[in-house]
C-alpha cells in the first residue's frame, strides 16, 4: 500500500530560527515528490516538485531534499516568517495507467511565534 | 491569470441530502482531479477525469459521482450525505493526466458541513 509519513506531526519555532520536516515514503513506481503550504481552509500551494534524479531543489527560504534510496526527503525552512506558519504536506506522486496517483501525508503543522 | 476556482466556498447541508460541488480549471487545462480532505489529515484521492472521461477513482462509495464538461469544467456529487461527509472537498487541475512535471494546481476547496 502507498503509504506517505511525516514528522514532526506539529511544531513551534520563534521567527527567524531555521526548521526541517521530514517525510519518508513507500510508494511505487516513483514519479515524483512534491512539498505543499495548506495555510488554514485554503487549498494547498506547491512549493518544490522533484523528480528520482533531483536530490535538492530551492524556492527561497524553502529547500527541499531527497534521497529516492532510502525513499526519505525533508523541507528545510530558513529565517522563519510568522507568515510561514501554515501545514506543510509531502505529496509522492506514482504513476498507474497512465494517470497520476497522489499520496498525501497527513501534513506537518508549523507555528511561528513572535 | 485565475487560478482553480471552486464553489460554493462553504455549503450546510442535512445528512440524506445531495450536493453539487463545481470546478473551473486553470485555463488550458484538461485534466481535473477531486480530493476530500477531513480536519486534521491529509487530502484523499476521489477521482481525476482528462479529456472528460474518468482516469482515476479512489476508495469512496458509489454515492461519489462526477464528471467533466466540455471546457474541462467538473462537478463532484454526493448523494445520501453522511455526517462524515464533512471535509474540505478541493479540487486540482492540470495539464495532462500524468507525466513526472505534471503538477497539480489546487483550488481554494469548498468546506462542507453535514448536521
Known amino acids: 500500500k502507498n503509504q506517505v509519513e511525516q514528522s514532526p506531526q506539529s511544531l513551534i519555532i520563534l521567527e527567524g530560527k531555521n526548521c526541517t520536516l521530514q517525510?519518508?515514503?513507500?510508494?511505487?513506481?516513483?514519479?515524483?515528490l512534491r512539498w505543499y503550504k495548506q495555510d488554514t481552509g485554503r487549498g494547498p500551494v506547491s512549493l518544490t516538485i522533484?523528480?528520482?534524479?533531483?536530490n535538492t531543489k530551492s524556492n527561497g527560504r524553502y529547500t527541499a531534499t531527497l534521497d529516492a534510496d532510502t525513499k526519505q526527503s525533508s523541507l528545510h525552512i530558513t529565517a522563519s516568517q510568522l507568515s510561514d506558519s501554515a501545514s506543510y504536506i509531502c505529496v509522492v506522486s506514482g504513476s498507474n495507467s497512465g494517470y497520476s496517483t497522489l499520496t498525501f501525508g497527513k501534513g506537518t503543522m508549523l507555528l511561528v511565534s513572535p | 491569470d485565475a487560478g482553480v476556482t471552486q464553489s460554493p466556498t462553504h455549503l450546510i447541508k442535512t445528512r440524506g441530502q445531495h450536493v453539487t460541488l463545481r470546478c473551473s480549471p486553470i485555463s488550458g487545462h484538461k485534466s481535473v482531479s477531486w480530493y476530500q480532505q477531513v480536519l486534521g489529515q491529509g487530502p484523499q484521492f476521489i477521482f481525476q477525469?482528462?479529456?472528460?472521461?474518468?482516469?482515476g477513482r479512489g476508495n469512496f462509495p458509489d454515492r461519489f459521482s462526477a464528471r467533466q464538461f466540455p471546457n474541462y469544467s467538473s462537478e463532484l456529487n454526493v448523494n445520501a450525505l453522511l455526517l462524515g461527509d464533512s471535509a474540505l472537498y478541493l479540487c486540482?487541475?492540470?495539464?495532462?493526466?500524468?507525466?513526472?512535471?505534471?503538477?497539480?494546481?489546487f483550488g481554494p476547496g469548498t468546506r462542507l458541513t453535514v448536521l
Open positions: 477525469y482528462y479529456e472528460k472521461e474518468e482516469r
Open positions: 522533484m523528480t528520482f534524479s533531483e
Open positions: 517525510c519518508n515514503y513507500t510508494v511505487s513506481p516513483f514519479s515524483n
Open positions: 486540482a487541475s492540470s495539464l495532462t493526466a500524468s507525466g513526472k512535471y505534471n503538477e497539480q494546481f
